[in-house]
């Protein structure tokens, strides 16, 4: 199994600026994703953060709103730009290895902007 | 595209009742993966359980168990003895078999468990 610690857990941003949301996975993992989780709704899929490489974002997500780095096999970090009050939201990062189905996941980032 | 549904938002049952919450997907895909995962109010994402489409045995695990319904496409939770520990958000998701290992989820059922 993998241990994901996110940071912050939780954060209050004006709209405009910006917000990086780290994640550190205590073993070398392959695949890393974010996902969106809106106030009482389901998990979305952001992007797959890969390593030493361009994300590979999924549909209505861009790289200018949603900047992802992933420098190694453990960490990786999203950015949240120039947020507006729609982007209030959980932000969970995930990891897992190829050939095993389960993914672990971070405790979230609960975004609020104001 | 892969979709999955969860058609009851909420659900609530007293302490050692059964409950059993639904989810339906659409896929095209022949060999897939398919997830029962809990989020507490902590906000931590736990796999519950897991099937594999090509294994036609339900899984099990301790009193979490599924009824998998391939040909119609359904993925049932049910779960016996409930306690209030298993208070949660419940989503069901899909993974495709080969791929990226994104997971799909369904909308989520909010369950309380009452004492």
């Known amino acids: 199994s993998a241990v994901i610690s996110q940071k912050p857990s939780r954060d209050i941003c004006q709209r405009g600026t910006s917000l990086t949301i780290q994640c550190q996975v205590d073993?070398?993992?392959?695949?890393m994703f974010w996902y969106r989780q809106q106030p009482g709704q389901s998990l979305t899929l952001i992007a797959t953060?890969?390593?030493?490489?361009?994300?590979?974002?999924e549909s209505g997500f861009v790289i200018d709103k949603f900047p992802i780095s992933r420098p190694n096999l453990t960490f990786s970090t999203l950015t949240v730009s120039n947020m507006s009050p729609e982007d209030s939201s959980i932000y969970l990062c995930?990891?897992?290895?190829?050939?095993?189905?389960?993914?672990?996941f971070g405790q979230g980032t609960r975004l609020t902007v104001v | 595209a892969q979709t999955v549904t969860q058609s009851q938002p909420e659900m609530s049952v007293q302490e050692a009742e059964t409950v059993t919450l639904s989810c339906t997907y659409d896929?095209?895909?022949?060999?897939?993966?398919l997830f029962w995962y809990k989020q507490p109010p902590s906000r931590q994402m736990i796999l519950v359980i897991r099937?594999?489409?090509?294994?036609?045995q339900n899984a099990t695990e301790n009193r979490f168990s599924v009824n998998f319904q391939k040909a119609a496409k359904s993925f049932s939770l049910k779960i016996s003895d409930s306690q209030l520990g298993d208070t949660a958000m419940y989503f069901c998701?899909?993974?495709?078999?080969?791929?990226?290992?994104?997971?799909?989820f369904g909308q989520g059922t909010r369950l309380t468990i009452n004492p």
């Open positions: 995930s990891a897992s290895d190829m050939g095993n189905t389960e993914a672990f």
């Open positions: 073993s070398q993992v392959t695949m």
């Open positions: 953060a890969n390593q030493g490489s361009e994300a590979t974002y």
């Open positions: 896929t095209s895909e022949n060999n897939y993966y």
């Open positions: 099937q594999e489409a090509y294994k036609q």
């Open positions: 998701a899909f993974m495709k078999h080969l791929g990226a290992q994104k997971l799909v």
